[in-house]
């Protein structure tokens, strides 16, 4: 069964995943944040709007849990953002103010359509101290707005996802996001 939000893209053989109707969310202004992987460490890099580039100065080593959507205008990028409840945790005994905002999928991509939408585990999060640092952990196509592969499952929704995320790739060609590390969402909201 083909999902309601999912529509084929002209001319790139690629499904784009529309927002989910009935879904409202207000979105914040995205930082744009990208995940590369180099010399086998996986690193958050940062846009420098004053300098106009990536920029090494800001650059990060990626812990606990990220959404990430792929966009149609950029598909071999992968953008990040902390997730909100990873988050919340990190600054729970703090006094850094975090305002609590959709700070998922849909300010990613400003509510726009997007080839895949999900989430990536690395280690040393507050929930994944026992992991290494950057550890990729898994991935998975948790998105309560976008719902990609919604009612999909075996080898329909694994195929799927690997055409969708088959332009991320890091400097020696391989995958950015391992398919050995892909589990598929249950589809539960937390």
């Not at 309601?4 to 979105?27: L, R």
């Not at 940062?46 to 205008?73: C, E, M, N, W």
């Not at 359509?113 to 196509?141: C, H």
């Amino acid at each position: 069964m083909m999902p309601s939000n999912m529509s084929w893209v002209k001319n790139d053989a690629e499904w784009a995943f529309s927002v989910v109707q009935g879904s409202h969310a207000q979105t914040e202004q995205f930082k744009d944040k990208r995940l590369i992987k180099k010399s086998d460490e996986y690193q958050i890099v940062t846009y420098g709007h004053k300098s106009g580039k990536y920029d090494a100065a800001l650059v990060g080593t990626p812990r606990g849990q990220y959404d990430f959507v792929i966009l149609p205008a950029s598909p071999d990028a992968c953008y990040v953002r902390r997730n909100r409840e990873d988050r919340m945790l990190k600054y729970r005994n703090t006094s850094h103010h975090d305002p609590i905002v959709n700070r998922g999928h849909m300010s990613i991509a400003q509510g726009g359509e997007v080839y895949f939408a999900g989430s990536i585990w690395f280690g040393g999060g507050p929930l994944t101290r026992d992991y290494p640092d950057g550890q990729l952990m898994k991935w998975e196509n948790s998105s309560g707005h976008y719902q990609v592969g919604k009612g999909m499952t075996g080898q329909d929704l694994i195929s799927l996802v690997a055409r969708q995320t088959r332009f991320l790739k890091c400097a020696d060609g391989s995958r950015l996001l391992p398919m050995d590390k892909f589990k598929a969402w249950n589809g539960e909201i937390l």
